[in-house]
């Protein structure tokens, strides 16, 4: 998965795809959209970003810095219903290719990104993710209170863990777990 490192190659890819379906923008713009995919004002505070990188970490490990787990979605109303109204996300930024194609999109919520897409072939419908988490008693409790038609979670004792699953309009299950001995 792509990250702001390569904002770079984003934003040629952007061109090229573009290109290919008669439309043209400079790279400079293509630089500017792929900042603000990443939630910034413009290219210069993404560009200075890329400056603070640096070629590893400091001791030469792989240092994994986070995931945005990629969900499939077929209708945007459905998907902001569930995403933003039942599970209290925000949207952070969308991405079409132009009018009438599919959207990609990332929501969060405290520090969990979820990337939302329309686009063929990108995630497979009925995925199942495991999303570690403090404070899933309040969670639970927010939800309960929302009282949304189409999703009633639980939560589950497992013994060394609470558990509460929620399952999109898509059939995409989303398990929150926190364990018991933290």
Known sequence: MRDYRDAKVMAKAMREALAARGATITHSEALEIVARQFGLANWNIL????DDVPATSANGSIDFEEVAPIVRIFDVEKAHEFYLGFLGFT????????DNFPLYTQVSRAGLKLHLSEHAGDATPG?????Y????RAL??????????????????EGTRLELTVIDPFNNRIRFMELKDR
């Open 140 to 157: 639970h409790g927010e939800l309960t209170a929302k009282n949304y038609r189409y999703m009633k979670p639980g939560l589950e004792d």
């Open 47 to 50: 560009s200075a970003k890329l």
């Open 127 to 131: 995925g199942n993710m495991v999303v």
């Open 91 to 98: 949207v952070d930024w969308e991405h079409r290719y132009g």
């Open 133 to 136: 988490m403090r404070g899933i």
